[in-house]
Structures are given as structure tokens and as C-alpha cells.
């Protein structure tokens, strides 16, 4: 299916739930469907979990988790904090020279069927950092090319998360959310899944050209991100 066509099934789909809970099934149906099991929301301080919204693990593994202390010894906790984009667990590994606890930490993982996880960064007002972090159960190979997919899923939820428990977005005035052809253009090719530089190529214009749009979309819309925007402007009609 393709990538828009995908986006807004999903976008039609989340915006039906009409609780936390209902929000959690429509995002845990599609996680599964691109070959994730397991998923955790939460938002993340440093190095440590200040809340967890919802998750779906396997039995034992949050016990395991909390028993053993595994929080102060999760790179993926601090990897978060730093990232702007969403990355794979294996991206941090390369990196790292794992301590033998950690090494310990990944292996028990495995063992307890929590391998080959993505982790996706979303910023909100200030220092508020939440992470969608999906993994499978096996060390199963997955498809790097849908992970601009997984983002604006992940995107879509979050927005609807903050919605429904009364963290909205800033609503922009209807001035502010008139958008020139260009940025109309610019927003539609981000719905399509392609990146700044992709929208340069494809317009014949600079990367910096593109980036003052996205600049632009992001303030008129109040959002944090390209895919927030993508996702607001589809839920006020102003996308084909």
C-alpha cells in the first residue's frame, strides 16, 4: 500500500478513538502489522523514565525491568534524550562499548523476546522528551524503508495522545494557517514520505530553500515536527 494511502487510513482510524485505550489498540494493530510486537510510550528524563503512558511487553519483562534495575543501565534511555530523529537500536550499539551489565542487559532481552528495537524521539513545549520505542520478539530483519512510515504513525499517535488527555497543540489563528503554494507543495511531498532533500531535488531548489519552508510550516501550524504538521493539516482539511 502506498505510504500516503497507508497514512491517512491511519489518520481516519486514530482519530475515531475516543480514549487513551481505544488509541493504544488502533497504534498496537498497525505496530504488529509492520512486524513489531512489543511497544512502550513513555516519556524519558535523564537517564530514567518519568512516566509510562502504556505498554505491550512480554510476560515478565517489565517486572525484569524494574527488578533488576535495567533503567540505569539502558542506553537507549540517554540516546534518546540526544537524538532528533528515530534510530535503531543497533545504531546505538555501534557506538557503544557495552559494559558487561549491559552486555547482560541485551542478552536477557533476547532471551525474554524484546530484540531488534526502533526507537522514536518526539519533542513537546520545553525539556519534555516522550519515545515510542517498538521491538519485536525475534531478532526478525525488517525493512528500513518503512520507517518513514513507522514516524508518521508515531507522529499521528502522539498528537492524538496529547489531544485526548488535554495536552494540546497551540491552535494557530486562521491567518497564521494560510499557506502559500509553495508550502502547500513542500507539506504535500512531506505527507508523501520524502525528506528536505528529496523536496529540493524534486522542486529544483536549494535544501536551505526547503528548510525555511518547513521552518515556516512548523510555526504557522505550532508543531514540533514536520509529521505533526502533516498530521494537523490533514485533520483541518488543508491536504489533498
Known sequence: MRFERFFEDYVTASQTANSVEELKMVFERSASEEGYENHVFASVGERRLTSVSWFKLPDGYADAYIAN???????????????????????????????????????????????????FPMRGPGDQCDIFSLSCRTKTRLDPARVPLLRAVVAQTWYCYRNLTGGLFAKANAVSTRLTPREREVLNWIKAGKTNSDIAEILGVSSK????????????????????????????????
Not at 91 to 106: A, H, N, W
Not at 212 to 221: D, Q, Y
Request: overall charge neutral; charged content about 20%; hydrophobic content about 50%.
Open 209 to 240: 530553500a526547503i528548510e525555511f519552508h518547513v521552518s515556516n510550516l512548523l510555526n504557522k501550524f505550532g508543531a514540533p515536527n514536520r509529521l505533526a504538521a502533516v498530521v494537523i493539516a490533514l485533520e483541518r482539511g488543508m491536504l489533498g
Open 69 to 119: 534495575g535495567w533503567e540505569r543501565i539502558d542506553p537507549m534511555l540517554p540516546a534518546s534524550r540526544r537524538a532528533i530523529d528515530a534510530f535503531s537500536w543497533a545504531d546505538v550499539l555501534r557506538g557503544l562499548k557495552l559494559s558487561p551489565v549491559q552486555e547482560r542487559f541485551f542478552y536477557e532481552c533476547d532471551a525474554l523476546g524484546v530484540s531488534n528495537g526502533m526507537v
